[in-house]
């Protein structure tokens, strides 16, 4: 049975999970949603007994049934080979009486690359019999660009063109970046935050003249956020995943509630266990954990969401957002799919910069989430505790949630904290945190000073890129983008 996938602002057009994957976005600007693949339950037993190979299987299998299981299989086995520098992918450990999710184990050391050392894969099955070349056009506020460069970098028929706030990321998120090497890569900060790059790289996606001339050079955009539904899906397996490996240690057994505390500011992350959630995985709370940028602490506090409000920089580049994208799917599902509502929604936010949900609907979003936020002296106290305390360095992102976290009493269910990145991208502020005095001293000093204190290695491909050659310099302002996306796409599918 072909599942289908539509806007979540009109039902009114349907299209294949490989469609939705090319094309990113709807057409509407909605993001496309499925109504029955999210129907399905997971066999948990047989979760609980599978590797992380067999469980992304399942998931990709469940959610985007219109790829062949062959298909599935082989873009799983490619993505989760040994560019993880574990086979567990994402392991879980021991923190506290909680416990840590690793999501930081691939190429770029954050947890976007468990979806986009996949993404590439699945674009590429999609693509068959397409014809035309794909630009993936992305907004990054630091982690998303360096993983979608190192996925798509030499994927044939594609080029990346990635979007950063220039001067708003780790001094290791902009290296990472514009070191990139590759023929079908092209990297640009901007004047502007992340919000900025991400309503520009939206505006680029409607701009039906620029499809037009793209169209004439046989190139087509695609995106490589969590708003293209191919960046979500494959996230949802690590949530299985942190389930079965507490089933193995005998921390739970099947069947028990297990809450999640996860940072983010997208939503894509949190979704991700919604979607789990709704597969099937005994989910307890879902904990939201923000920065000072706390617009969606707010929002589930109060039922209204509100982006009019100062743009705060914190040492949580990655989560310094005020327009949380994947909220809006999350409406979707929340109104039972009311794709007129959900519009309504998202033209007062785009008008108004703020919508307001009903009392009902908020009650019935906090029977799943939680929330919290912490200051950047609350997070620097946690990295110092949870290191003094515990023996286990944490980045600032992870900070945030385990403060958040720490918050809740435990209701008696387990509880795992997503760790989004490893501490050696945010070394500075990591330092800082431990006690040292880091004026002076430039990102690779502090991460020797790092390691040295800590005697936690800093993985090599961060290490390595006191080396590597920049090879990037643009800047632009938002007004630039198109002409920057144009000007790539030229070069790159000349
Ligand atoms: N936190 C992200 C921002 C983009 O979000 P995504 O969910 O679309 O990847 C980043 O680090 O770039």
Same mark, same amino acid.
């Given at each position: 049975?072909?599942?289908?996938?539509?806007?979540?602002?009109?039902?009114?057009?349907?299209?294949?999970?490989?469609? &939705?994957? @090319? #094309? =990113?976005? +709807?057409?509407?600007? *909605?993001?496309? !949603?499925?109504?029955?693949?999210?129907?399905? $339950?997971?066999?948990?037993?047989?979760?609980?007994?599978?590797?992380?190979?067999?469980?992304?299987?399942?998931?990709?299998?469940?959610?985007?049934?219109?790829?062949?299981?062959?298909?599935?299989?082989?873009?799983?086995?490619?993505?989760?080979?040994?560019?993880?520098?574990?086979?567990?992918?994402?392991?879980?450990?021991?923190?506290?009486?909680?416990?840590?999710?690793?999501?930081?184990?691939?190429?770029?050391?954050?947890?976007?690359?468990?979806?986009?050392?996949?993404?590439?894969?699945?674009?590429?099955?999609?693509?068959?019999?397409?014809?035309?070349?794909?630009?993936?056009?992305?907004?990054?506020?630091?982690?998303?660009?360096? &993983?979608? @460069? #190192? =996925?798509? +970098?030499?994927?044939? *028929?594609?080029? !990346?063109?990635?979007?950063?706030?220039?001067? $708003?990321?780790?001094?290791?998120?902009?290296?990472?970046?514009?070191?990139?090497?590759?023929?079908?890569?092209?990297?640009?900060?901007?004047?502007?935050?992340?919000?900025?790059?991400?309503?520009?790289?939206?505006?680029?996606?409607?701009?039906?003249?620029?499809?037009?001339?793209?169209?004439?050079?046989?190139?087509?955009?695609?995106?490589?956020?969590?708003?293209?539904?191919?960046?979500?899906?494959?996230?949802?397996?690590?949530?299985?995943?942190?389930?079965?490996?507490?089933?193995?240690?005998?921390?739970?057994?099947?069947?028990?509630?297990?809450?999640?505390?996860?940072?983010?500011?997208?939503?894509?992350?949190?979704?991700?266990?919604?979607?789990?959630?709704?597969?099937?995985?005994?989910? *307890?709370?879902? !904990?939201?954990?923000?920065?000072?940028?706390?617009?969606?602490?707010?929002?589930?506090?109060?039922?209204?969401?509100?982006?009019?409000?100062?743009?705060?920089?914190?040492?949580?580049?990655?989560?310094?957002?005020?327009?949380?994208?994947?909220?809006?799917?999350?409406?979707?599902?929340?109104?039972?799919?009311?794709?007129?509502?959900?519009?309504?929604?998202?033209?007062?936010?785009?008008?108004?910069?703020?919508?307001?949900?009903?009392?009902?609907?908020?009650?019935?979003?906090?029977?799943?989430?939680?929330?919290?936020?912490?200051?950047?002296?609350?997070?620097?106290?946690?990295?110092?505790?949870?290191?003094?305390?515990?023996?286990?360095?944490?980045?600032?992102?992870?900070?945030?949630?385990?403060?958040?976290?720490?918050?809740?009493?435990?209701?008696?269910?387990?509880?795992?904290?997503?760790?989004?990145?490893?501490?050696?991208?945010?070394?500075?502020?990591?330092?800082?945190?431990?006690?040292?005095?880091?004026?002076?001293?430039?990102?690779?000093?502090?991460?020797?000073?790092?390691?040295?204190?800590?005697?936690?290695?800093?993985?090599?491909?961060?290490?390595?890129?006191?080396?590597?050659?920049?090879?990037?310099?643009?800047?632009?302002?938002?007004?630039?983008?198109?002409?920057?996306?144009?000007?790539?796409?030229?070069?790159?599918?000349?």
């Amino acid at each position: 049975m072909t599942t289908f996938y539509h806007s979540t602002r009109s039902d009114s057009e349907t299209v294949t999970s490989k469609q &939705a994957i @090319l #094309a =990113g976005i +709807a057409p509407d600007g *909605g993001l496309y !949603v499925s109504d029955d693949a999210v129907r399905n $339950k997971l066999d948990l037993r047989a979760v609980c007994q599978e590797g992380y190979h067999q469980i992304a299987r399942r998931v990709l299998g469940t959610l985007l049934p219109d790829f062949t299981e062959q298909e599935v299989a082989s873009c799983v086995e490619a993505a989760y080979a040994d560019n993880f520098d574990t086979p567990a992918v994402t392991p879980l450990s021991p923190l506290g009486t909680d416990w840590l999710l690793e999501l930081y184990h691939g190429p770029t050391c954050a947890f976007k690359d468990v979806a986009l050392q996949m993404l590439p894969r699945l674009m590429s099955v999609a693509r068959k019999g397409e014809g035309r070349n794909v630009m993936i056009v992305t907004a990054t506020s630091g982690d998303t660009g360096k &993983a979608a @460069l #190192a =996925g798509f +970098a030499g994927v044939p *028929g594609t080029g !990346v063109t990635v979007f950063y706030p220039d001067g $708003k990321v780790s001094d290791v998120q902009h290296l990472q970046m514009v070191t990139q090497t590759g023929d079908n890569v092209a990297v640009c900060g901007i004047k502007g935050t992340f919000d900025d790059a991400q309503t520009q790289v939206k505006r680029i996606f409607a701009d039906r003249d620029l499809a037009g001339r793209l169209a004439a050079q046989n190139v087509m955009l695609s995106s490589a956020n969590s708003i293209n539904v191919g960046r979500l899906v494959p996230q949802v397996t690590y949530y299985f995943s942190a389930y079965a490996q507490l089933v193995r240690t005998g921390a739970i057994v099947i069947g028990d509630e297990v809450d999640f505390c996860v940072p983010t500011g997208n939503f894509g992350d949190v979704l991700a266990g919604y979607y789990a959630k709704l597969l099937g995985l005994p989910v *307890g709370k879902l !904990v939201v954990a923000s920065n000072s940028n706390k617009v969606l602490t707010d929002f589930l506090t109060t039922g209204t969401y509100d982006r009019r409000r100062d743009f705060v920089k914190t040492i949580s580049p990655s989560m310094d957002i005020l327009v949380s994208s994947n909220l809006e799917r999350m409406l979707y599902y929340l109104t039972d799919g009311d794709c007129e509502a959900v519009a309504t929604y998202m033209a007062d936010l785009a008008q108004k910069g703020c919508y307001t949900i009903s009392k009902d609907l908020l009650a019935k979003l906090r029977q799943t989430f939680d929330c919290g936020f912490a200051t950047d002296d609350e997070t620097r106290q946690t990295i110092r505790d949870t290191w003094e305390k515990d023996h286990v360095l944490i980045d600032t992102h992870t900070a945030v949630a385990r403060h958040v976290l720490g918050r809740f009493a435990p209701e008696g269910r387990r509880r795992v904290c997503l760790s989004t990145a490893s501490p050696y991208k945010f070394s500075a502020d990591v330092l800082a945190a431990l006690g040292t005095d880091v004026s002076g001293l430039d990102g690779f000093a502090c991460m020797d000073r790092l390691q040295a204190l800590t005697g936690v290695a800093a993985p090599a491909q961060l290490s390595g890129l006191r080396d590597a050659p920049v090879l990037h310099a643009d800047v632009c302002d938002m007004d630039g983008m198109t002409a920057f996306v144009e000007g790539s796409c030229n070069r790159i599918f000349a």
